[in-house]
């Protein structure tokens, strides 16, 4: 993991973009704030998986939760 400050990734863009072609993820920090974070496509998912461990513990019915958001959400003519 690579923190950045805005300037430097907009000065500095193609280099960090072959960072993390090469498998590097970059924070953008600005303010002293992190805002963004850049990361491969093929990381994308993973980082998306990882992010939700621990939401969908349990077992669920999606055809029941189908159901609900059908009915909650249908219009009334």
Do not use: H, P, W
């Amino acid at each position: 993991m690579i923190a950045v400050t805005a300037t430097d990734i907009q000065n500095n863009f193609g280099k960090y973009l072959q960072a993390v072609q090469m498998g590097n993820e970059i924070i953008i920090v600005k303010n002293g704030v992190e805002v963004a974070r850049l990361i491969s496509k093929e990381s994308c998912v993973s980082f998306l998986t990882d992010s939700l461990v621990g939401i969908l513990k349990n077992d669920y019915d999606d055809k029941a939760i189908r159901a609900e958001r059908a009915t909650k959400y249908e219009s009334i003519d």
